[in-house]
């Protein structure tokens, strides 16, 4: 079993930034890749980013140049960083872990999500 707490989110106003926050603890065979979700009510989910154990990280390609990922091993906790933050951005932000050691691992475990929301 892995837990996962995600911290950060809350209410923004449009250009602003946010750092959202996720601690793993539990298995450590399940806390390799680490990365982030968010589905926005309506919408599908995408995938935000990942980390590696080995510190790849990949951003999806919509969000580079806004929005980075990354991880402190010592503490198994990822950080997503949002800047810009605009209204589509708004929605369910999830930590996931997964057993697998590459950016594309698929998720093994979830957080309870973290909501952000952007507007003026």
């Known amino acids: 079993q892995v837990q996962l707490v995600e911290s950060g989110g809350g209410a923004v106003q449009p250009g602003d930034s946010l750092r959202l926050s996720c601690r793993a603890s539990g298995t450590t065979a399940y806390r390799n890749t680490l990365g982030w979700y968010r589905q926005a009510p309506g919408k599908q989910r995408i995938l935000v980013g990942a980390v590696s154990p080995g510190n790849t990280k990949s951003v999806h390609v919509s969000l580079k140049g806004r929005f980075a990922v990354d991880r402190d091993n010592s503490i198994d906790a990822i950080y997503l960083t949002m800047h810009g933050l605009q209204p589509d951005d708004s929605a369910v932000y999830t930590c996931?872990?997964?057993?697998?050691?590459?950016?594309?691992?698929?998720?093994?475990?979830w957080g309870r999500g973290t909501q952000v929301t952007v507007s003026s």
């Open positions: 996931y872990s997964a057993a697998g050691d590459l950016v594309n691992s698929p998720p093994a475990y």
